[in-house]
């Protein structure tokens, strides 16, 4: 149950970080910095942070550059633990 959970989340994760960098190229509403750190922390960081690298998307900001590959690791190792 738990792997079918952090796939979604993970999934959803990197689908909104790249619809986020759609919207931001366009110019048009952006989805808000606390919602994506919402789906990271809720586990979708390892995703968050693949779109990051993949899209080049928030890459110039410190909290997502350092953050999610903290958070990435930190989410692996407690999954790891509970497998």
């Known amino acids: 149950m738990l792997i079918l959970y952090l796939i979604i989340m993970n999934t959803v994760a990197y689908l909104v970080m790249k619809k986020d960098k759609i919207y931001a190229q366009e110019g048009n509403w952006r989805t808000p910095e606390s919602r994506l750190w919402m789906l990271a922390i809720a586990g979708g960081a390892p995703g968050m942070?693949?779109?990051?690298?993949?899209?080049?998307?928030?890459?110039?900001?410190?909290?997502?550059?350092?953050?999610?590959?903290?958070?990435?690791?930190?989410?692996?190792?407690?999954?790891?633990?509970?497998?």
């Open 49 to 83: 942070w693949l779109a990051m690298k993949k899209f080049r998307h928030k890459t110039k900001h410190p909290s997502f550059r350092n953050g999610l590959p903290i958070l990435s690791i930190f989410i692996t190792v407690i999954a790891g633990w509970f497998l």
